[in-house]
């Protein structure tokens, strides 16, 4: 028996109750046990919101902790251990567990809705990043818990963190910990790019994105370049601490330095992956309120960018006293001065919407005026540690934790609580108190000023960061005092912050629908938010297309747009042309699923067994996690079995039936962040060559040249067979196809073979940090080679199958993608290890 | 499925495409690019330069390492220019007011391009002014 809304007129004229009900139980999650399925948009970017906020608290406890340690003189009440442990995990709980987890969460939320789309991009990889986040941040709370917390700082500087001084698990908590959550923040930058670019409303072209749109894509961008050399520097100590292959010990040939390289080269970007979105969150308020659109829309895309490249040229200046030339320390210095100038651009603009508009002084604008204060002072004491004498006077005392807070907090916290009090109304439906508003932003804004602003004085009489006490008499005392005294104030303005919310999204006033008058998508919706997002797609023609249209919302859900009618069971939005905004396909997401729960499981498996060293298990969970992936990827695309016909020539197709689907973005992408991660390690290779003090090794690597002719001609085989295949299934040649994965996989069988000769021939890996790191990069190509084989064996199962009718060889196009950054990656990798004992007499 | 003439109304109809590849839509930041080319090839170039100990050079009156990261970044400051010399020949092309998401990003190729090269030539003035070893 067919459903009154089964056909697409009846679709067309249905009430929007009816639209509203049918699409409610297409797009939304299960509840109960189901909730675990969970993939929409809106419940996993709470989920992340809310989780980073448990992490948030925890980390504000040891903040507290740590300032009454500080109050007086003396040792206090923590011994050097605990304190340790405490500040350690602050600072990790705050840099990794809320900070970027808390964003990616707001950009999961919000941007379908401000782009006018229904998801993102990759549903099931989005459910798969939060389960991977929780995970790492339980293995490192759990060891807290367990007084197990690593206690070498955030930075977890080696030696310190290295075997000799940190014995036990604490150190292979963070690195393990903190590896595992950086996954899931690539596997969110991944969706983010991808939502960004290709799923937009009909009509957004790139000059009419919101500007949160542009801060995000950015941002993800430099998630997939920054955070991979700090999973690299992970995944070399703990090498280093459980299996003795040294990279940061002097005597075998490491250097110390190299770990400061690989921490900064992720540690400063990461201050302004921190500080972008929250930027973005200000560049969307500052309009509402100002009554006017953005100021310089083109400069403060340049800016963005400039700021985001430009961030990635500064990571020396965190070590300036280690004793670099003078010349080189002048390339950073300029490049830290220089990111004033695009932050200062998008000041100005700020600035001038507010002068040029007609503002409206609400809760949120007050936060925003905190950030715009707390924010240029922190900057200009930036730019005094720019100065590399300032910053070799000031280096690791209280004087830089004042700058990094004055930037963190200034930069994240209020656009952040601005940015809660502004959406609120859109998750819950319901308006915050004005007046505990008030009062827990001049507690906040008081008790933070109150407490820095002195640390800036203490540092300059010379307190160094990580004492755990003391002495009296040295003119730090009362400043200290007064440090804590703020920061309790502080922390009562926090308090009472997250009360309001909680309480207020409970009991509020109810809001209208576009409560402050914005100009963006995500208010052309009921509120809170229902889980499709939009009952039919906005066409939009501006860059504030509700400014423009202020009935837009309700055209939308009488369902006046795109998309208006739907395919029971199948979750369907719109994908564009990424620069003029045209309409190219529709892109057939997928629902609730188990399996990225079941794959992070496996994961949570694989990484535990490696903290506890039990390999075995460890191989049992990553095979695990591969079959999961296997089975994940297999289902993808399979229901989508019908053929073009003559009737839908005028329809837009499924993404199935198209090229550049998200699949090739995600891989594409995934790879620039693999990618990212090789170049750090030969940075690493020759860093270790030019300037660690105990090179040369011993002995070079003595294998037969026919080796690295073998892998490389492999190399090139495995690229070519792959080519062959795509291009035979483009042209319906089944044999040719055939052949061509066949020669792909012999070539990639090759391949594995002549680098694994290689490894044997290579001196024994814990003998010196030269062979440590040729075996690294030569297991490298070996494991990219094997997950190739796996690519094209999945390939060539599928293309077989009848399940799946190959319309455009998507399947071939990824195992191509792949093959050819494998053969690339193993060409270098021959020339540089054949290389290096040719060019050592230069050193 | 949505037919196409339900979202027609939304193309806009007087805008040039601007297909967006590999090179086209890497443009805008190809002058970023350069400056991280730049500032790796002259912190490398400074490293491996010490460490070999370049012996000096007659030529100039000044030093092997200070005459090689000149060079490096000579060749940089006119990529740079070159790159913005182009830009700046499309700056209105297609026209500002009917150029659409195209001409968006034409001049901001162009804002970049300029940033670009003042940031290349900032970077490399202390060549110039610091002895490049010590």
Redesign the interface.
């Known amino acids: 028996m067919s459903s009154p809304l089964s056909t697409a007129d009846a679709q067309r004229s249905a009430s929007p109750i009816a639209r509203h009900r049918a699409l409610e139980s297409l797009w939304r999650d299960p509840t109960g046990w189901g909730g675990f399925a969970a993939v929409n948009h809106s419940t996993i970017g709470r989920r992340f919101m809310l989780t980073a906020l448990v992490f948030f608290l925890v980390g504000g406890v040891l903040a507290m902790l740590i300032r009454a340690q500080l109050a007086t003189s003396g040792a206090g009440f923590l011994d050097s251990e605990t304190y340790n442990q405490i500040f350690t995990m602050h600072g990790t709980l705050m840099m990794f567990l809320f900070a970027i987890p808390m964003l990616e969460g707001f950009a999961m939320y919000l941007l379908p809705k401000m782009l006018g789309a229904r998801d993102l991009a990759y549903p099931r990889l989005g459910a798969y990043a939060y389960w991977c986040y929780l995970c790492g941040g339980l293995i490192l709370l759990g060891g807290m818990a367990l007084g197990l917390a690593p206690s070498s700082g955030w930075f977890m500087y080696t030696p310190l963190s290295g075997a000799q001084y940190s014995p036990g698990v604490n150190a292979d908590i963070w690195l393990i910990g903190i590896t595992f959550a950086e996954i899931s923040a690539i596997c969110a930058g991944v969706e983010l790019i991808t939502s960004i670019l290709t799923l937009r409303?009909?009509?957004m072209?790139?000059?009419?994105m919101p500007l949160f749109a542009w801060y995000v894509l950015v941002t993800a961008g430099m998630i997939l370049i920054g955070f991979p050399p700090l999973i690299l520097g992970s995944i070399l100590l703990e090498l280093e601490r459980a299996f003795g292959l040294p990279f940061f010990e002097v005597t075998r040939g490491g250097d110390p330095l190299l770990w400061q390289h690989l921490f900064w080269m992720f540690g400063h970007p990461e201050v302004y992956i921190i500080f972008l979105p929250a930027a973005g969150m200000v560049s969307t308020m500052i309009p509402t309120f100002a009554r006017h659109p953005m100021v310089g829309y083109?400069?403060i895309?340049?800016s963005i960018?400039?700021l985001a490249?430009?961030s990635?040229?500064l990571w020396v200046h965190h070590m300036f006293t280690v004793g670099i030339?003078?010349?080189?320390q002048?390339?950073f210095s300029?490049?830290s001065m220089?990111v004033a100038i695009p932050t200062g651009v998008q000041f100005f603009a700020w600035i001038a919407t507010l002068w040029m508009g007609k503002p409206v002084w609400r809760l949120p604008m007050l936060y925003l005026a905190g950030f715009l204060f707390v924010f240029v002072a922190g900057g200009l004491t930036g730019v005094m540690l720019a100065l590399v004498p300032f910053n070799w006077q000031v280096h690791d005392t209280h004087f830089v934790v004042a700058h990094m807070h004055y930037v963190l907090t200034g930069g994240l916290l209020f656009p952040l609580f601005a940015a809660v009090y502004y959406w609120m109304p859109h998750m819950t439906g319901r308006m915050p108190s004005e007046r505990l508003g008030t009062w827990s932003f001049w507690l906040i804004f008081g008790g933070f000023n109150v407490a820095f602003l002195p640390m800036h004085l203490t540092g300059l009489l010379g307190m160094p960061r990580r004492v755990f006490a003391y002495p009296e008499g040295l003119g730090w005392d009362a400043i200290n005092m007064v440090s804590s005294i703020g920061s309790f104030v502080m922390a009562m303005g926090v308090a009472l912050f997250i009360l309001d919310v909680f309480v207020h999204a409970r009991i509020g006033r109810l809001a209208s629908r576009n409560p402050w008058g914005a100009g963006t998508l995500e208010w052309a919706m009921p509120t809170p938010a229902p889980s499709y997002n939009f009952a039919a797609l906005p066409?939009?023609?501006d860059r504030d297309p509700l400014w423009r249209t202020p009935g837009l919302g309700g055209d939308l859900a009488g369902g006046h747009g795109?998309?208006?009618?739907w395919?029971p069971g199948v979750r369907e939005t719109?994908a564009v042309?990424?620069?003029?905004?045209?309409?190219t396909h529709?892109v057939r997401l997928p629902g609730p699923s188990y399996m990225p729960f079941a794959a992070a499981m496996a994961t949570a498996v694989f990484f535990l067994c490696v903290l506890f060293k039990l390999y075995m298990g460890a191989m049992a969970g990553a095979a695990i996690a591969l079959a999961l992936f296997i089975v994940w990827a297999w289902r993808t695309g399979a229901d989508d079995r019908t053929r073009i016909t003559p009737e839908?020539s005028?329809?837009?197709l499924p993404h199935t039936h198209v090229s550049g689907t998200p699949g090739v973005w995600g891989v594409g992408l995934a790879l620039t962040a693999n990618g990212t991660l090789f170049a750090a390690l030969l940075f690493g290779y020759?860093f270790l060559w030019?300037?660690a003090p105990n090179w040369p090794p011993a002995a070079f690597i003595a294998v037969s040249p026919a080796w690295f002719a073998g892998a490389a001609a492999a190399a090139v085989l495995a690229w070519f067979g792959a080519k062959r295949a795509l291009r035979a299934e483009q042209r319906g040649r089944i044999a040719t196809r055939e052949q061509g994965v066949l020669l792909c996989g012999a070539g990639g069988l090759a391949l594995a073979g002549c680098m694994g000769a290689i490894l044997i021939g290579a001196p024994p890996a814990r003998a010196h940090a030269y062979a440590a790191t040729t075996s690294v990069l030569v297991g490298y190509i070996i494991l990219h080679a094997a997950v190739g084989l796996v690519f094209s064996a999945v390939s060539w199962r599928r293309g077989r199958s009848t399940q799946h009718v190959v319309l455009t060889g998507t399947d071939l196009r990824l195992s191509l993608i792949w093959w050819r950054y494998v053969a690339v990656t193993a060409l270098i990798v021959v020339a540089v290890v054949a290389g290096l004992p040719y060019v050592e007499p230069?050193? | 499925m949505t037919h196409r003439h339900d979202i027609a109304a939304s193309r806009g109809n007087n805008e040039r495409r601007f297909r967006f590849r590999f090179g086209g839509g890497l443009r805008p930041v190809a002058g970023l690019a350069l400056w991280v080319s730049a500032f790796v090839f002259l912190y490398g170039g400074l490293s491996v330069g010490c460490r070999a100990a370049l012996s000096p050079a007659p030529l100039l009156n000044t030093d092997s390492v200070t005459l090689w990261l000149s060079g490096v970044w000579l060749l940089h400051v006119i990529g740079a220019a070159a790159l913005l010399y182009a830009s700046w020949r499309r700056r209105d092309d297609p026209p500002r007011h009917e150029g659409g998401a195209a001409g968006f990003l034409e001049r901001l190729t162009l804002s970049l391009d300029g940033i670009a090269i003042a940031a290349i030539v900032a970077i490399g003035v202390p060549i110039l002014l610091l002895p490049p070893c010590s």
């Open positions: 409303a009909p009509g072209r790139l000059d009419r083109r400069w895309v340049a960018v400039l490249v430009a990635f040229g030339p003078h010349l080189a002048s390339f300029i490049a220089l066409p939009v023609d795109a998309l208006a009618t395919t719109l042309d990424i620069v003029n905004g045209e309409p529709v839908q005028d329809t837009l020759g030019l300037i230069l050193r």
